[in-house]
C-alpha cells in the first residue's frame, strides 16, 4: 500500500519479516488506536441528539466524567451508561451500531493501522480487537477490517434487551491484559511472539502481556512509559478532516465546474458543434476544479482508457469525487445511468447538462426497461457508460459486491467492460461531505474484457470483483503494472 509513512512501512516490513501463521496474536486496541476519537462519544452524541438522555443521566455523566479526570474510577462514567441502557433492545443497540459506523465511525478508521491489520493478517496471525469497548461499537468496525475475534466488555442481555449489568468486569487496565491471556489460553497463542497495539496509560498491562508492545499515537504517558521500557513507538496520521482552507478551495472548485461548463457549452455555440461543445465542458468541468482544489491523479494504464471504444466503464465507489475524477479520465463521448430521484440533486444538474444521464425509475419496471434498451442504442451509436456496480458509495475501502446491471448492458451492446480501480477518493472526500481536501487520486485501469454473454455471467463478475480486492490490496508498483 503506497502512501505509508516510513514509519508505518517499517512496521509492516518487520511483521513480514516477523513470525508467521495462527499461533502468533495481533492485539489492537479500538479507541484512539484503529480509529481517530471515541466510539464511546459517538454513541452518547447520538443519544443527546435522539433527546434520549435525562437531565439527570445527563448530570450524573458530567459528574462522574469530572471524578475520573481529577483521579476517581474512570471507569465509572461507562457503567452509567450501562445503567441507563436497562431495558433496551439489544437488537435495536446492535442495529444503531450499525448506523453509526456507516455515517460517522467508518470515516475515522485510520488508513496505515488498516494496513497493520492487513500485514498481520497475509502473515496468517491470529487478530482480534482487545478493548474496554461493548461488542456493539466494536463489532462493525472488526467485520469491515475482516478480523474474527474480538476481547471486550460483555453486557448482560436477557429475553433479548439489557440489564444494565456487564458480564464480568469491564475490560479495562488490568482485565484487558487478563482478557488477552484468557483468549491466548484458549486458542494456543504464544504471547511471548505475539503483537499488541494501544495508545492509553491504561494499556501497560495489556502491552507488556506479549513480546511485541507498539504504543500507536499514544497519549503523553504511555509515550513517556514506551521510553522507559524500551518500546517502539508508532504516530499514525488521522484520516483528513474538512479544514477551513480545503472548504474555500471546495467552493472555488465548484465555481470552476460552472465556469468550465459554461465555457465549453459557449465554445460549441461559436463552432455550431454541439457535442464538441459538451466534450469541452466535460473536461474543463473536471480538470479546473481538480487543480483549484489540488487533487492530482497518478495513472496506471491510461492507454487502457481509448482503446476499447465505445465501452463500458465499472469502478468501485466511495465518494462523490469519484464521478469527476472518471469523467476527467474519460474525457469525452460518455454517459452515465443514474436514480431518477438525482435529476434534480443540485450537485447533478450541471452535469446533467453536458452528459445526458440516463435516469432510472426503479419503481416502474417498464420505464427501468425502456430506459436501458435506450442507453443499449446510445452505447451502440458511440457513447460509452460509466457505472459504478457497487450501486452505492461504500463507507470504507472495502469493496461491496457488484450488482449485474452493468455487464447485463455490456452483453447487450455487444461492447467490453473496461474496470477502472480506483483509491483514495474516499480519503480526500469522505462520504457524504461536501469538502474537498486536496491529494492524490491513485488509478489502475484493468485490462478491458470482451464477450459478455449470460451464460457465464456470475462467473465472470466474481472473478472481475477478486481483481479489484487483489489490486486494492497490493496496489501494483508503477514498473511492475
Not at 476519537?37 to 435525562?54: E, L, P, W
Not at 482480534?128 to 476481547?151: C, F, N
Amino acid at each position: 500500500m503506497s502512501g505509508l509513512s516510513a514509519a508505518a512501512q517499517a512496521a509492516i516490513d518487520a511483521i513480514e519479516a516477523g513470525p508467521q501463521g495462527p499461533a502468533v496474536g495481533a492485539f489492537f486496541d479500538l479507541d484512539g488506536t484503529l480509529v481517530a476519537g471515541y466510539t464511546a462519544a459517538t454513541f452518547y452524541g447520538d443519544r443527546i441528539k435522539g433527546r434520549d438522555v435525562s437531565p439527570a443521566e445527563f448530570l450524573r455523566t458530567v459528574v462522574t466524567a469530572a471524578d475520573g479526570e481529577l483521579g476517581g474510577d474512570p471507569t465509572r462514567i461507562a457503567h452509567v451508561a450501562f445503567s441507563a441502557m436497562r431495558g433496551e433492545s439489544e437488537e435495536a443497540f446492535a442495529d444503531l451500531g450499525d448506523r453509526l459506523f456507516r455515517s460517522k465511525i467508518a470515516g475515522t478508521i485510520r488508513r496505515e493501522s488498516r494496513a497493520l491489520v492487513q500485514a498481520h493478517q497475509r502473515a496468517g496471525h491470529t487478530v482480534a480487537v482487545a478493548s474496554a469497548a461493548t461488542k456493539y461499537q466494536i463489532a462493525p468496525v472488526a467485520r469491515d477490517l475482516g478480523v474474527e475475534h474480538l476481547v471486550c466488555t460483555q453486557l448482560v442481555v436477557e429475553d433479548g434487551q439489557f440489564t444494565g449489568a456487564t458480564d464480568g468486569p469491564m475490560l479495562w487496565g488490568r482485565h484487558k491484559a487478563s482478557g488477552v491471556r484468557a483468549f491466548a489460553r484458549e486458542h494456543a497463542l504464544d504471547l511471548a511472539q505475539s503483537y499488541a497495539y494501544g495508545n492509553g496509560y491504561e494499556d501497560v498491562a495489556f502491552l507488556s502481556s506479549v513480546g511485541h508492545p507498539t504504543a500507536l499515537n499514544p497519549h503523553r504517558d504511555l509515550r513517556s512509559a514506551a521510553t522507559r521500557l524500551g518500546w517502539p513507538v508508532l504516530d499514525l496520521s488521522d484520516p483528513v478532516g474538512g479544514s477551513l482552507v480545503a472548504a474555500g478551495r471546495t467552493a472555488a472548485a465548484l465555481a470552476g465546474m460552472n465556469t468550465g461548463v459554461v465555457a465549453g457549452l459557449a465554445y460549441g455555440l461559436l463552432r455550431r458543434d454541439g457535442k464538441e461543445g459538451r466534450n469541452l465542458a466535460v473536461k474543463l468541468a473536471t480538470s479546473v476544479p481538480m487543480a483549484l482544489a489540488g487533487v492530482t491523479m497518478d495513472v496506471q494504464h491510461r492507454e487502457r482508457l481509448w482503446t476499447h471504444r465505445p465501452a463500458i466503464f465499472v469502478a468501485n465507489h466511495q465518494s462523490s469525487l469519484d464521478i469527476p475524477i472518471l469523467g476527467n479520465l474519460l474525457e469525452r463521448d460518455f454517459t452515465i445511468v443514474a436514480k431518477k430521484e438525482a435529476r434534480w440533486d443540485p450537485r447533478a444538474i450541471v452535469g446533467s447538462v453536458v452528459i445526458d444521464p440516463a435516469y432510472i425509475d426503479r419503481s416502474d419496471p417498464a420505464s427501468a426497461h425502456a430506459t436501458l434498451d435506450g442507453v443499449v442504442e446510445r452505447i451502440r451509436g458511440g457513447t460509452s457508460l460509466m457505472i459504478f456496480p457497487e450501486g452505492t458509495r461504500s463507507p470504507t475501502p472495502v469493496l461491496g459486491p457488484f450488482r449485474k446491471g452493468a455487464f447485463h448492458l455490456a452483453a447487450q451492446a455487444g461492447v467490453p467492460v473496461v474496470p477502472v480501480v480506483l483509491r483514495n477518493t474516499g480519503e480526500l472526500m469522505r462520504r457524504n461531505s461536501l469538502v474537498l481536501n486536496p491529494g492524490v487520486v491513485d488509478v489502475c485501469v484493468l485490462e478491458p474484457e470482451t464477450d459478455w454473454d449470460v451464460d457465464d455471467m456470475s462467473e465472470r463478475i466474481a472473478a472481475l470483483h477478486a481483481k479489484f480486492e487483489q489490486t486494492l490490496a497490493t496496489w501494483p508498483s508503477a514498473e511492475s503494472a
